[in-house]
């Protein structure tokens, strides 16, 4: 029977030994297609075949978190796999936790509320487990799961738990804007600030604080010895973490032994999912948006897919136009602009508006929209442009407001940003990706001073003719597979705009 030996080479890499047939078929195994792949300028050029390929056939190595797999993968084929022991341990090992005193620790921390049960079920399984991907949608306090996490790990540390080194913990952030949302949150809850760093757009790197908050931007490009003092590494909005310089920031991370990616959500791609899982280890999901719904947490949500119908003329004219073609006559539609401004005005409560293109679509719908409103409503401009600062005090301002609009790019508020008074959401821009339709209905759904359900106006335009769909219109129809998915409530309108 075909042995596979396993040795821990750090807390980022294992080193899988097997004979050449074996290793063949674990690189086969752990080998997965690049969505889209087909379009991308490597595979055109024959330079690339479209694949990821997680096993390293050249060096034996293979990404920590995806032991579980290896024994998937070795089980389906009757094999045995062997741990040897090394300094680092296997990812198999989980930590002994004392439920009580994790218990009395909380109670001890003085919050400002209670976490929720789910919150503390997730806490325990990812104290358990030491690396995780755990999956809690925006609203769900993910901010404090972290929190904990992290207090009562550096509480462990000084209580006796050491590692050789790394006794600071490192969040990983994909925006400025949440640099300073996580350390505000954890401010709220009664973390000092001394302890803690937040590192961007050219702060220091070098620190005395047992907490450093940063973008990735800002740390991707430091040389191995300095993330050497973390052992503990989290990914907040680890979906994110898919391109080469996040994975190498986690691979240099080698003496974090802790390693967590928390999420609302997955984009649905086992290639994904397996490079996360590789990087953090195997998905737990906290709780969902609909259980959190169905418990009175989160806000309900009512979803009015509103199709443009263009005349008949029109869209027989459209004809076999490209993508940027069709995203361009869209976006810069006079009759189009005038119906998601009026939309917005009309609107009661506080109302996102989510454009992806700044200067052919964002302004102008601003210009649209403040010109209408006068200075009846207090109406806001959000984009890649605008300072953190004044992201900030925008959302402060907002979340104090009963009948604002903010007009802001996907970009900066469909991730992680959150506002706890919002109403109503129009999507201004068509969008297919699940990761980004779930984020931005996220910025909605925590509950408003008035307990009202949030509206989710998802604007789709009708240019196909006969058996030719346009892209948005099929665009439309996969943001409808994930309303469908995720049981949410929705029904659909026609409105002509001939």
């Known amino acids: 029977m075909e042995k596979i030996l396993v040795r821990k080479l750090n807390h980022a890499n294992l080193h899988v030994q097997c004979d050449s047939g074996t290793a063949q078929e674990l690189r086969e195994f752990f080998s997965f297609y690049v969505p889209g792949y087909r379009f991308m300028p490597a595979y055109k050029n024959r330079m690339w075949d479209g694949k990821i390929r997680l096993y390293d056939v050249n060096t034996g190595e293979l990404p920590a978190g995806l032991f579980y797999h290896l024994h998937k993968f070795s089980k389906s084929r009757g094999y045995i796999v062997e741990s040897e022991k090394t300094n680092y341990g296997m990812p198999h090992e989980n930590a002994t936790i004392d439920i009580q005193q994790l218990a009395n620790y909380i109670d001890s921390l003085g919050l400002p509320f209670r976490p929720y049960s789910y919150q503390l079920s997730g806490i325990e399984e990812g104290l358990k487990r030491k690396r995780a991907i755990l999956i809690s949608p925006t609203g769900s306090g993910k901010s404090l799961i972290i929190y904990i996490l992290i207090k009562y790990w550096l509480h462990l540390l000084t209580s006796g738990l050491k590692y050789p080194k790394g006794g600071r913990v490192l969040v990983i952030v994909p925006t400025t804007g949440l640099v300073e949302q996580m350390h505000g ?13 937040r590192i961007y757009s050219g702060k220091d790197k070098t620190f005395d604080a047992s907490i450093c908050i940063s973008t990735w931007q800002s740390i991707y490009k430091l040389p191995k010895i300095w993330f050497e003092q973390f052992g503990m590494v989290i990914g907040d909005e680890c979906h994110g973490f898919k391109s080469k310089s996040l994975m190498n920031i986690m691979n240099k991370a080698t003496e974090a032994g802790y390693r967590f990616g928390t999420t609302g959500t997955l984009d649905g791609t086992q290639t994904h999912e397996l490079v996360l899982q590789g990087l953090f280890g195997p998905i ?44 361009d006559y869209i976006v810069t539609n006079t009759r189009r602009n005038n119906f998601i401004r009026n939309l917005a005005v009309d609107q009661k409560g506080n109302t996102l508006v989510l454009y992806n293109y700044v200067e052919k679509h964002g302004k102008p719908l601003f210009d649209l929209i403040d010109n209408k409103v006068g200075n009846n409503r207090k109406v806001f401009f959000v984009s890649g442009q605008t300072d953190t600062s004044d992201r900030e005090a925008i959302r402060g301002i907002v979340e104090k407001q009963k009948n604002a609009i903010i007009v802001a790019s996907l970009g900066t508020f469909s991730t992680g940003i959150n506002i706890r008074n919002l109403h109503n959401i129009i999507f201004a821009s068509p969008s297919k990706s699940q990761i980004r339709v779930l984020q931005s209905i996220g910025r909605g759904l925590r509950k408003s001073d008035n307990g009202k359900p949030t509206n989710l106006y998802d604007i789709t335009d009708n240019l196909s003719w006969k058996s030719r769909k346009n892209f948005a219109l099929i665009h439309s129809e996969e943001r409808l597979k994930i309303y469908e998915k995720e049981k949410f409530n929705h029904k659909t309108y026609k409105v002509d705009i001939k």
């Open 284 to 327: 737990h999901t906290v709780t969902s948006t609909k259980q959190l719904q169905d418990d009175d947490t989160l806000a309900q949500l009512h979803i009015k897919r509103i199709i443009l119908d263009y005349g008949e003329k029109e869209r027989l004219d459209f004809g076999q136009r490209t993508y940027m073609d069709e995203i």
């Open 185 to 197: 949150d954890f401010k709220s809850y009664g973390q000092d600030e001394r302890g803690m760093h």
